[in-house]
């Protein structure tokens, strides 16, 4: 086809929008079908009075209509040698615009609608609305095609009445009808209120993303920070281990698969609560949106036809976050306090080991085994003991025959009590029921032992032979040994240590003495020989006293609680 040839809307009807079908050209110049230029004059005929769809120009009489041969003919040649096809007109309506409902023909898209005619307007036909003073006054909103739904079906009427007993828009011959008696406002008042409602919902919605986003942040945080902190803890075990890997490979790898367990869990836990609040921000971003187009609709009807009413929130949506802080120096440390107990479990292959767990807070809710004890009940036994410095180690200083402090100095010569181990007893064998509190500071270990087990030849270490029993307290956790046994307890740490002794009935208690008395070890034997107390300190710097007590039974009172044990969990 040549360059200038001419489009297919030079020769298109502009009625029926397709090509001319018998051409037909009236007084004004413009052509139409034959048909469709009959129908439109039959149908609008009004006073003898016939225009052109196209430039309104009017005829008197109605023309004659003749078919336009040339056209025709001019047509059907362009047929055969096919036609440019018309590029789209914007202006002209299409399938999903409102049309302009005063448009003849072809109908051009409207610019505005009309709540008042409850009609649309192109910008041609909406001029009137700006120059005719009493139009001026209309409403105008943006191009709507559900206008009709404005008109009350029953009686024809324009709906501007809204009735709150039944939750409905009527028009005014509704609420003197079906609606007397009711109480109804205009519908532009309940919209003023309603939209109200919605400014304070959606301000509500934005804090709650704004909650939900930082809380998505924080999960992030975790993840990484479980992630960093399992490399770390991994890293800083295996460095521990290293040197006895030959010997306890397996338990290396317990530890290993422990904390990796943990992280996996604590991953997944927050990644699924992550989520599920991505999931939540995205709902209530719907609903803002939703919300948004919902408040900026500026017809009455429409706006309360759509509105929502607030859906009750759940106590599930607004759940609190509770996270575990997963401390990296307390794995380090709890690590470092494990590698002098491995080398005992390597130096000596024989010894049992066993884990006990106490978990103070989930048991002070449930009925302890023995009951509430009185610590004034205790006090009544309470012995007042000081220290033998004949049997210090070289390197503890004995002060107010109470007190004992490791330091780097020595003090005196070497004695045959305790030559490798900075231990000292008490002066004078226990009563039969005795009671006794230490206070340290470091690390300290707490004993009782026959006054024989230092003889030549005899492992004199407290709790590393059968003759001596001993609560190590370390920084994380307690260590109860006797005679190649290792009880390892997990359990908030003291630095006040209590002792009871039932020497007749063979109980050996161990309670940690903040606040409330808690129960942390009991032992049941046969003791066949007096007992003596004891302390041992490891680091320079530690120290550890037995306290005075006050036998008063007038004392206010502090309960025990026996913990029970939660779990056990054998190494052999």
């Not at 960093?228 to 800083?236: G, L, M, P, T, Y």
């Amino acid at each position: 086809m040549e360059q200038n040839q001419p489009d297919r809307e030079t020769f298109s009807c502009s009625i029926c929008l397709d090509l001319l079908k018998d051409p037909v050209t009236i007084p004004c110049g413009h052509s139409y079908c034959m048909n469709c230029i009959k129908s439109f004059w039959d149908e609008g005929e009004q006073g003898g009075i016939h225009s052109c769809p196209q430039c309104r120009e009017t005829f008197t009489p109605r023309p004659v209509l003749k078919k336009s041969t040339m056209l025709a003919a001019l047509v059907e040649q362009l047929k055969k040698t096919g036609l440019q096809a018309a590029p789209a007109d914007h202006r002209y309506a299409g399938p999903e615009d409102v049309a302009c409902d005063f448009c003849t023909g072809r109908k051009l898209k409207a610019m505005k609608s009309c709540l008042d005619c409850l009609a649309s307007y192109c910008e041609k036909h909406l001029q009137p609305h700006y120059d005719v003073a009493p139009l001026k006054k209309h409403k105008l909103v943006e191009p709507n095609k559900n206008l009709h739904e404005n008109i009350c079906s029953k009686h024809g009427k324009v709906i501007d009445i809204f009735c709150r007993k039944d939750k409905k828009c009527i028009c005014y011959l509704c609420s003197v009808d079906e609606h007397k008696g009711h109480d109804t406002v205009s519908a532009a008042a309940e919209r003023t209120e309603r939209q109200r409602e919605l400014e304070e919902r959606r301000g509500n919605i934005q804090q709650r993303i704004q909650d939900r986003e930082k809380d998505v942040k924080e999960q992030k945080e975790k993840v990484v920070f479980i992630n960093r902190s399992a490399d770390k803890s991994v890293e800083a075990c295996e460095k521990i281990f290293i040197d006895l890997i030959c010997q306890i490979q397996r338990k290396v790898s317990d530890v290993e698969n422990y904390i990796r367990s943990k992280q996996e869990t604590e991953v997944r836990e927050a990644e699924k609560i992550q989520k599920e609040l991505e999931q939540k921000i995205t709902e209530l971003k719907k609903t803002n949106t939703e919300l948004k187009q919902l408040i900026d609709t500026e017809d009455d009807i429409q706006f309360l036809n759509n509105y929502i009413p607030e859906p009750r929130r759940s106590f599930q949506e607004e759940f609190l976050l509770f996270t575990k802080i997963w401390l990296l120096d307390d794995v380090k440390a709890a690590a470092s306090e494990a590698e002098t107990i491995v080398k005992e479990i390597v130096t000596n292959r024989s010894m049992e080991i066993s884990l006990k767990e106490i978990n103070s807070e989930a048991s002070s809710s449930s009925t302890p085994t023995e009951g509430l004890v009185d610590r004034n009940k205790l006090l009544k036994f309470s012995q007042d003991l000081t220290l033998d410095s004949q049997t210090a180690n070289k390197y503890l200083s004995v002060t107010r025959n109470r007190a004992v402090k490791k330091d780097t100095e020595q003090f005196k010569d070497d004695n045959d009590w305790f030559k490798d181990c900075f231990q000292v007893l008490s002066k004078g064998s226990l009563s039969q029921c005795s009671y006794w509190e230490v206070q340290g500071s470091g690390r300290f270990t707490v004993a009782v032992a026959y006054k024989d087990m230092w003889r030549a030849g005899r492992i004199n270490e407290f709790g590393q032979n059968e003759n001596s029993w001993a609560l190590d307290c370390c920084k994380l956790m307690y260590v109860f040994r006797h005679n190649k046994t290792m009880t390892l307890i997990s359990a908030p740490r003291s630095s006040r240590i209590g002792v009871f002794l039932d020497h007749r009935a063979g109980t050996l208690s161990f309670y940690s003495v903040p606040e409330t008395m808690t129960l942390i070890h009991r032992v049941q034997t046969r003791f066949t020989q007096p007992l003596l107390a004891g302390i041992r300190l490891y680091e320079t710097g530690d120290s550890a006293e037995f306290c005075q007590l006050r036998r008063n039974i007038f004392m206010s009172l502090t309960h025990t609680r026996t913990i029970g044990l939660t779990s056990v969990h054998r190494f052999k």
